[in-house]
């Protein structure tokens, strides 16, 4: 099987250079739902980076002659109660949820990794760890992020600091599942008899093998992540108004439902674009990287 | 071979079943015909990917469809051939015409429900009785099949059951509306050495008391000596010999028969590899040209994989696809 | 099975006491005075005193940590600042209202995601299993508090069937309890329909499989016996195992959905308590909800050896 058979339609150097050295891209791209995913996610991505060229308005600029207008040619998604322009503070809003969510998978990777892996390697801290882990698992994800928040007071640190503390037991609870099962394995169990080190072990030979379940576990964490950091906002616990994030804009739009309902609708769009962009994403790297997973989903 | 004869019980002819894939059609069985007198008992043996089981889920109208069709052929029962039965037609006939019990006795019960229940549910559906009726047949089936207390035993469930268990209450549901041939496939592979010998005899043993006829399906020349009647060997799809037990045993015709007589297990090793035979049934996806066997066959001659040899009479009731034995150029054998 | 339920109720000790050390540490998260927090800017020196010797806060940590335990052992959540009355009276005033909703809710997340998983797994790759799985799909990534506001513009701002918000107790009026509780069910549900359609078809596909199946058919059953029967008593096995986890989800999205609707249920107690800063409240609730989960998956385990007979009679576990 060559690669010049299986994808006819694509340029000569992704025939030789990136399909070869990464088949597994070749796999994702005929995934339907992780283009779609990857198609809306990008989307969403490139708003974010892009929020101060795409919306050159400030999204603080307070313009009391152009309230409640809806969305037309000039003001593409319409105004706010203060005139501001929504498409700014719903770009703005995207920089602040990605910038969340991907703070939150950053911690969740390093810590996740640490505490699941000391767990699944190390047994005598596998039961206090798995424990602590039964604890914070015992109170719903959102309730918990709720009150740490809550007792951090309302900032989008405290936000990512507080979903980071609800996620990280569970990632760290699949990449111990993860670890238990490589560290049987036989090439590990023959790098532990040639009395390689603890560390090495784990850095060369287990956490290798356990990246494809942590990587589609972070896919869903970022979702998850973005989606909580929403409704931390609307509650009033994210960063504190008139900084844009989507929540606050949709619990400050929601006075005006029945007036100017795109204050609510907009940014609520954006979000469920985002979100269902990354389970999209999730869903095909899980299907790709992890077939036994895929084996119970077929 | 010609026409089915429906003066049998079963007559199968020219069966041929595809299993479709993305990849292609692959036969998984190609052209096989048996006939099953009343009362009679068949054994159909071969390697793993031979077909058996694929005929046997065929005659059941239990093929998994898609990915597996049925292409062609007839398979006439009681005088009915039961392709073209609609399925509400073959409900009735399974489970109280046909039955079948199966390898694996470990995962074939339902674990959520009484053994009672599972055996019950069968009478229940087929005879129309109440369920203090199906419950004395339920009772007096699991005597029948060597099932110690067997009333107490009503209410339990299968995982507290061991494998040789499991498989009598598989055989209890199987015999529980009497039904004219029982479909037995690999019934003891599964099972311990002296587990299965046990499991053999009770067959043997129902199989004289309710007069029926039974297919027994194994890779192991052992059992069917013990059981069967007449012999069936099937390889890559076709059935390569056939003949009474005596034939298959004392003068073997085919070098597939050879091969698989050669490595019958003793009774205290587990052997179960074909250690006589070299190389693997072939893929159904890659089947070689001509006769199936001869990539692995010693007297492979080079017309052999050319020609694909008909079932050839070998002497009374005993035929052979291979043609070792005859001259082709003079028999003007075609391919 | 009296027996598997005690060893249950045992395995659960440990988690219940870190579950109390994590409610009780959260108030210890706080940076800084939290009596200032509480008082605000223009509470005078006097009256933060007052407000730390009400919590305890003027006392050692152990002292502290000894009036919580001791608290919890009379059954004393605490007072609630906001309420002035104890926390546990306040949230046991509002169980019937989220219980109602929960329940309501729960009813139909298992009647639709039940149903949805079983056709599409029944249906495989037809346009039904694909609009099921989109569905389930699109219901995981709408945020509810959101999704609920969307409902609120659709039913009440444009059609005028159903009002904004508010709640009518069942026993007062059912009509009104379906008028008032409707949207804030179906908001919580649409989110789990998807989840569980989505559970029950992969669970559904894979009973189908099974041996088992083949010998119900084997025994020529019709076709609706083998499902109903034979497949769908297995599939509730992994599907029952799931329900903690949606009672789970449906109770802190309560929090977000009762605020939307203007339900005074547990949920909107614990929204305004985070509001204003009333962390006796916070404590207490977090406590709360997270022992009523406990013993709910202490519920589901049992219903769970109910449909497993293999659990229940091993007794070891």
Known sequence: MTAAVDAPGLPAVAKTGLFKRWPILRRLLRHKAFVIGAVLFGFILLVALFADWIAPIDPNRISIRNRFKPPDLTHWLGTDNLGRSQLSRVAYGARLSLAIGFAVVVLNAVFGVILGAAAGYFRRLDNILMRITDALMAFPAVLLAIGIAAALGPSSMTAAIALSAVYIPRTARIVRASVLVVREMEFVQAAIAMGASHLRILGKHVLPNCLAPLIVQLTFIFAYAVLSEAVLSFLGLGAAPPTPTWGNIIAEGRQYIREAAWITVIPGMALAATVLGLNLLGDGLRDVLDPRLKISQA | MGTPNSAQLLSVRDLRVEFEYESGAAPAVDGVSFDLAPGEVLGIVGESGSGKSVTALSIMGLLPTPPGRVAGGTILFEGEDLLPKSPAAMRHIRGKRISMIFQEPMTSLNPVFTIGDQVMETVIYHERVGRRAARDRALEMLEKVGIPSPRARLEEYPHQLSGGMRQRIMIAIALACTPALLLADEPTTALDVTIQAQILELLRSLQDEFKMAVVLITHDLGVVAEFVDRVAVMYAGRIVETADVAGVFERPQHPYTEGLLASIPSLDTEQTRLTAIPGVVPSPFELPAGCRFAPRCRHARPPCTTIIPPLLPRGAGHGAACIRHVDYRTEGLKS | ?317
């Open chain 3, 1 to 317: 099975m009296g027996r598997y339920v005690v060893a249950r109720l045992i395995q659960s000790i440990p988690v219940l006491i870190l579950v109390s050390v994590i409610s009780f540490g959260i108030m210890k998260l706080v940076p800084g005075d939290p009596a200032v927090l509480i008082g605000g800017p223009t509470a005078t020196p006097a009256e933060l005193d007052n407000i730390r010797q009400n919590l305890g806060l003027d006392q050692p940590f152990h002292v502290q940590m000894g009036r919580f335990y001791a608290g919890l052992a009379r059954g004393d959540l605490g007072r609630s600042l906001l309420l002035g009355k104890p926390v546990l009276e306040a949230t046991i005033e509002r169980i019937p209202v989220s219980l109602s909703i929960a329940l309501y809710s729960m009813v139909l997340t298992l009647f639709l995601g039940i149903s949805c998983g079983v056709i599409a797994a029944l249906k495989r790759n037809s346009w039904a299993d694909q609009a099921a799985m989109a569905f389930a799909l699109i219901g995981v990534s709408l945020p509810n508090f959101w999704l609920g506001l969307m409902l609120i513009i659709l039913f009440s701002v444009h059609l005028g069937w159903l009002p904004t918000g508010g709640y009518v107790p069942w026993q007062n009026d059912p009509v009104g309890w379906f008028r008032t509780a409707t949207m804030p069910a179906v908001t919580l549900a649409l989110l789990q329909v998807g989840l569980l359609a989505r559970i029950t078809r992969s669970t559904m596909l894979e009973v189908l499989r099974q041996d088992y199946i083949r010998t119900a058919r084997a025994k020529g059953l019709p076709e609706f016996l083998v499902i109903a029967k034979h497949a769908f008593k297995n599939v509730m096995i992994p599907v029952i195992t799931v329900i903690g986890v949606i009672f789970s989800v449906l109770l802190s999205g309560s929090v977000v959905v009762e605020s939307v609707f203007s339900v005074p249920g547990i949920g909107s107690l614990l929204g305004s308590a985070v509001l204003r800063r009333d962390y006796p409240m916070i404590q207490g609730g977090l406590l709360f909800v997270a022992t009523a989960l406990l013993m709910l998956n202490l519920l589901v385990d049992v219903l769970y050896a109910y449909f497993d007979p293999r659990v229940r009679y091993d007794s070891r576990s």
